[in-house]
């Protein structure tokens, strides 16, 4: 799904655009349309911009916005007429050994963007303050653990569980205040697990990849019957575009890709793909390990998406099974970007997130 950018949107801020999903707006922006990019990113651990390379309408705001000020004049230099926020701490299990970076990041850091995008949105001319956007990505654990039935829809109440949840929760509250008290023209999406290439080698799908592939345990978390809701990076890109430049202005929208399935299920359906691709002594499903479950681990998320598909026609295009088996082969074929990450991350493939009650900031 190709989207056109409405003409009164000729620069575009992207924050976290050296992430997962960050790196996958970026490079459709760059990929699909003629419009200056201004890339927003601390530059953390996880961040990369190989996916997206050098280009001359790419330009990269190294800043923090933990820091007002840097933030401040990182909008006054983009100028932009959207701004599409995704720069967060998002993985879990580091929130449970650390809560503080996710709070100064995606609580105090979304409060310091809405600050400075909306002293720049009050001086635009009429004309681009009327069209422009205040882009708020956000996620589906924002709203709690489902039981075995039921999907999140936008009308579902607040219940975060983690660290990290409970810090994109306020960081919604935030955008929705700025949008009732200030005017400020926003629009939110939660989405579901996002997957694909370039994912930073922490989170599940790569993990059991890399595990698999070097023959260590495969970790499994609890009894493995935890249900998420998988969406492959590019659909979700898809909606994220429609929602920014067609979406409604204080509305949110739900994007899943009804792809429900167990981790059992997941690290199953990738030792499978593996199996054929990789000649084994054994299984590669002789490799998966249950290990002590998560702290705090919601049991089931589900997304009903029947908004945005009804009101932006959004529709994912890729099913699971395609979209895993892509992403299984471009791991195998990037397993020395993987190494390199890590290595420069410092993060060497240990569990994490098994600190609950420990008091690290």
Not at 71 to 79: G, P
Not at 326 to 344: F, K, P, S
Request: contains cysteine.
């Amino acid at each position: 799904m190709s989207v056109l950018l409405p003409g009164s949107i000729q620069r575009v801020l992207v924050t976290g655009g050296a992430g997962f999903i960050g790196g996958a707006v970026v490079r459709r922006l760059l990929n699909e349309s003629q419009i200056q990019v201004f890339n927003l990113d601390k530059c953390g651990y996880a961040s990369d911009l190989t996916s997206i390379g050098e280009h001359e309408r790419h330009h990269l705001l190294r800043v923090d916005l933990s820091d007002a000020e840097a933030t401040a004049a990182a909008i006054r230099q983009a100028d932009p007429d959207l701004v599409m926020h995704l720069a967060a701490e998002s993985h879990v299990d580091r929130s449970i050994d650390g809560p503080g970076v996710f709070v100064s990041s995606n609580v105090l850091g979304t409060f310091n963007l809405l600050q400075a995008v909306r002293s720049h949105w009050e001086q635009l001319p009429t004309e681009r303050q009327s069209a422009f956007r205040f882009h708020h990505i956000s996620t589906d654990e924002v709203f709690g653990s489902l039981e075995e039935h039921g999907r999140f829809s936008e009308t579902t109440a607040y219940d975060p569980r983690s660290p990290y949840s409970a810090s994109k929760a306020a960081s919604d509250h935030l955008v929705s205040a700025w949008h009732h008290t200030y005017g400020l023209p926003v629009v939110l999406t939660n989405c579901s697990n996002n997957f694909g290439p370039w994912q930073f080698p922490e989170k599940l799908i790569p993990v059991v990849i890399l595990k698999a592939v070097a023959g260590e345990p495969i970790p499994l978390y609890g009894d493995g019957g935890n249900v998420r809701d998988w969406l492959y990076v590019e659909d979700h890109v898809d909606a994220l575009l429609l929602a920014a430049t067609r979406g409604e202005s204080g509305r949110s929208y739900c994007v899943g890709g009804s792809g429900e399935r167990t981790n059992k299920q997941v690290v199953e359906s990738i030792c499978a793909l593996l199996d054929q691709r990789r000649q084994s002594s054994a299984p590669h499903a002789a490799l998966i390990t249950p290990v002590t479950d998560r702290p705090g681990h919601d049991r089931r998320y589900a997304i009903d998406p029947s908004r945005i598909q009804a009101e932006l026609g959004w529709q994912p295009q890729h099913s699971f099974d395609q979209a895993l088996a892509q992403t299984v082969d471009w791991y195998l074929a990037h397993l020395e970007w993987c190494a390199e990450m890590r290595q420069r991350s410092g993060w060497s493939g240990e569990r994490q997130g098994l600190k609950a009650g420990h008091h690290s900031q």
